[in-house]
């Protein structure tokens, strides 16, 4: 079922919440490639221990609860708490976001290869390459914001199917 505009809308607006929340009470944070990753549902503002792909599941499922807009889970494993960048790169590879027009909720992949991904952050200000802002939880100093091109290993942007 495809969203509408306003559900789209509403899914958006509730992601740069949970980012910009996150970042604010990012020494609540910590850092942990641990799975199953936890907090699904839990409110930006609460301890969390995830890494970077857990990051952006949990900025969906938080949006998607706080929308009421069911989608799915950008990391393909239904928000079981499974799932890293390889995982996320398969289920989006097909829906790569327009270059230079960004918007929230778009996913950014680095690393040497498709094969070979290392981290994934997510957009939480809409823009260009240079005026985007991106959410990311890649270290035990994070959550906090970045440009797109902070790292020089950018695989893709990509778009999770539901907001194409």
């Not at 960048?85 to 040497?112: C, E, F, W």
């Amino acid at each position: 079922m495809a969203l509408t505009p306003d559900n789209k809308k509403a899914l958006r607006a509730a992601i740069a919440s949970f980012c910009t929340e996150a970042e604010r009470y990012e020494s609540r944070w910590t850092y942990s490639q641990r799975r199953p990753f936890t907090g699904l549902g839990a409110a930006p503002q609460t301890w969390h221990t995830d890494d970077c792909s857990a990051y952006c599941a949990l900025a969906f499922y938080f949006a998607m609860r706080e929308s009421r807009v069911i989608v799915s889970d950008p990391l393909g494993y239904r928000f079981s708490g499974y799932g890293n960048t390889g995982s996320a790169i398969n289920y989006l590879d097909a829906h790569r976001a327009p270059q230079d027009k960004y918007r929230v909720g778009d996913m950014a992949i680095y690393g040497q290869s498709r094969w070979a991904t290392r981290h994934m952050t997510i957009c939480r200000k809409a823009g260009s390459g240079d005026s985007s802002v991106w959410s990311s939880h890649g270290s035990q100093s994070g959550p906090d914001n970045r440009t797109l091109h902070y790292r020089s290993d950018l695989i893709g942007v990509y778009r999770h199917p539901a907001l194409l």
